[in-house]
């Protein structure tokens, strides 16, 4: 019965969205119908439990009555990582869009329904901000480009994605609308808040707890026509029956539910169905569920709301009915279901909450913390899902931690992770412009897609061992040297560029390894006597060219091998291993000319078995380089595969 109430709730909005749009939606919103592991610090207890140096509103003030510091329109909506229940989202400094974890529903909008253990390219660029839906994040997300058109995906029919294409549920992104600031949306109480580009806030859906902000006179209803709230709205949050919003003057406003001093009203005992002022000089916020935490200009971070596990901070577990002051410098924050985070000034990032899956990064589980505890520094930009948790680093690396059992963190695995591991590079820093140029000095750009993100800078040459390698690939390398996998011959200089004889290094101990049993077949060439090219040409898994003016075969064992040459390699690998019969590669990448006759099937069959993938934009790149950590990743792939 719940999962049937829950349904009909989603098709009742769908039917709101549909009037929406095709009564209100292109004179109003502009929608296009055509639709195209940091080192930790000391725990440290900062001072908390203060009510804010400010005039309470009464409840009837008006929303359009404050004159304050001043806050740019959608400045605390640019979002450049975003973290729903099992899915991850960030967007690097080229403007592209990644994404990773649980994706049954399409939610990531990569174009299938297969989870993802690391970031996959999603097919949209020029992107600034990127969000997902509240306590069911993973339905799906929302992205804006630059110029304001807002693209969504996944089966989140609550802004129009499903409605424009028939219903049907969007495995990659479509276009909404234009003229977007900022979106705000919660896909389990079904309503929506829009920001346009003047700064007026917008909201349509479900309103039966007042959560819209309009006239009590129309309460209760599912209102399909989007109505206007408020002016001069700089960012929007909205929990599971509520919505927050600051205003351009740094008031900060609330309406809806208040079951739990969500409103900070210093009582639990009605909603309100029109915005009321909560605090003046507010600079950033985040909402979720029952609970808020702002930042005031001063520095000075207050919550109010639920506290079940402690999450607000106070050193209690006591719900707070109105703001409370937990700790001073800060930045920003983030909230999520159970746990909360916050960035000082000094950029050092303090969690607090429950701590279940090591949702704390603070290397333990199980203990929740109260107060707000250290763990990291340098930290520019931190987002909580359900229960993971993502953070940005001045350098642009990413980091996550938490939960991983649909693969949210993104590194590879379905482990839970206690503390921060490495993620990506190159990751978008809060204020900073998408769309910049990725360093390129060696590698492919942006291959997280498929075989981890190469085009980073090459490491210092002082580098060694696994910290020569790249953040994305720590993990997984990592896991394959304790497997075995990796000869210690290979077990440094992760990002050079790899020779037939480390790859037929690689295949011959995956293959030993998978049977136990050493290769005894030989293949002997006349430029190389290394054992383990005989092995592997003994068991077919290279080939060699003909000598030149004598008789045999050479196999060049010094040349460095391209991408297509690694997917020939690769499949035979894979068929030797598997016994799998010689199928044809169903794949067509967008340079498939540009694949060798002889290469163009197993780039098909590696790519559809999930071992190796392309560079983005469906490009292969055959000629591009391989380098040692892929060719390790792709090994822990097929060895995972027979596992």
Not at 180 to 203: C, K
Not at 302 to 330: A, C, E, K, Q, S
Not at 486 to 501: E, F, W
Request: hydrophobic share 40%; aromatic share 6%.
């Amino acid at each position: 019965m719940k999962k049937y109430g829950m349904i009909k709730r989603i098709l009742s909005l769908i039917l709101a969205i549909v009037i929406a749009v095709s009564a209100f939606g292109v004179s109003a919103f502009g929608l296009d119908p055509i639709v195209d592991g940091p080192e930790m610090a000391p725990i440290e207890e900062p001072p908390i439990t203060e009510t804010p140096p400010i005039a309470q509103p009464s409840a009837g003030q008006q929303a359009n009555q404050s004159t304050n510091r001043p806050v740019a329109i959608s400045q605390a909506e640019v979002n450049t990582i975003a973290a729903g229940s099992s899915v991850s989202f960030a967007i690097r400094q080229d403007g592209s869009l990644w994404a990773w974890g649980h994706n049954g529903t399409g939610s990531l909008g990569d174009g299938t329904t297969i989870d993802r253990h690391r970031p996959v390219r999603i097919p949209l660029d020029n992107v600034v901000s990127v969000s997902v839906g509240g306590t069911l994040g993973w339905l799906g997300g929302v992205a804006l480009q630059e110029g304001g058109s807002l693209w969504g995906w996944g089966g989140v029919p609550g802004i129009g994605i499903s409605v424009l294409h028939g219903g049907e549920r969007q495995l990659s992104p479509v276009r909404i609308m234009d003229g977007v600031a900022a979106v705000a949306y919660e896909v389990n109480a079904h309503h929506v808040m829009v920001i346009r580009n003047d700064g007026s806030l917008w909201g349509w859906g479900n309103n039966t707890e007042g959560q819209l902000g309009i006239s009590n006179s129309i309460s209760g209803a599912s209102i399909s026509d989007p109505v206007r709230v408020m002016d001069n709205v700089a960012a929007v949050s909205v929990g599971r029956w509520h919505t927050t919003a600051l205003r351009t003057d740094g008031s900060l406003w609330a309406w809806g539910n208040n079951e739990r001093g969500q409103l900070a009203t210093g009582t639990t005992f009605r909603n309100r169905y029109t915005p009321m002022k909560i605090m003046d000089n507010v600079v950033s916020f985040s909402t979720y569920q029952y609970h808020t935490m702002a930042v005031q200009a001063d520095g000075s971070l207050w919550g109010w709301g639920t506290n079940f596990h402690g999450i607000l901070g106070d050193g209690t577990t006591t719900n707070r009915y109105t703001p409370v002051r937990i700790m001073d410098n800060v930045v920003s924050a983030s909230v999520g279901l159970s746990h909360t985070a916050a960035i000082r000034t000094d950029g050092s990032l303090w969690v607090w909450g429950r701590n279940y899956f090591g949702f704390l990064g603070d290397g333990t589980i199980g203990d929740d913390r109260l107060r707000p505890v250290r763990i990291m520094e340098n930290v520019s930009a931190v987002t909580i899902g359900h229960n993971h948790t993502l953070a940005i680093q001045t350098d642009g690396s990413l980091w996550a931690w938490g939960s991983n059992r649909a693969g949210q963190v993104g590194d590879g695995t379905t482990t839970d992770r206690h503390s921060p591991v490495r993620i990506m590079d190159n990751v978008t820093l809060p204020g900073a412009t998408a769309g910049a140029t990725v360093p390129e000095t060696g590698g492919n750009a942006g291959e997280v897609v498929a075989d981890g993100g190469a085009g980073v800078e090459r490491p210092p040459t002082n580098l060694t061992g696994i910290a020569s390698a790249s953040g994305w690939a720590q993990g997984d390398i990592t896991r394959a040297v304790d497997l075995g996998l990796v000869p210690q011959s290979l077990q440094n200089n992760y990002r050079a560029n790899i020779t037939r004889a480390e790859f037929a290094a690689l295949a011959v101990t995956l293959y030993e390894n998978v049977t136990s049993a050493e290769i005894e077949a030989r293949f002997q060439f006349n430029d190389t006597t290394d054992v383990n090219i005989e092995k592997a040409a003994g068991r077919g898994f290279i080939l060699g060219v003909r000598s030149q003016g004598m008789n045999g075969f050479d196999a060049n064992p010094d040349n460095e091998i391209t991408r297509q040459e690694a997917s020939a390699m690769l499949m035979r690998i894979m068929w030797e291993i598997t016994g799998e019969p010689r199928s044809v590669g169903t794949h067509v990448f967008a340079d498939n000319a540009q694949i060798a006759d002889w290469a163009r099937n197993s780039v098909g069959i590696v790519h559809t078995a999930g071992i190796m993938g392309g560079t983005g934009n469906n490009q292969f790149n055959p000629t591009g380089s391989f380098t040692r950590e892929q060719s390790i990743i792709t090994m822990l792939r097929i060895f995972d595969m027979i596992n």
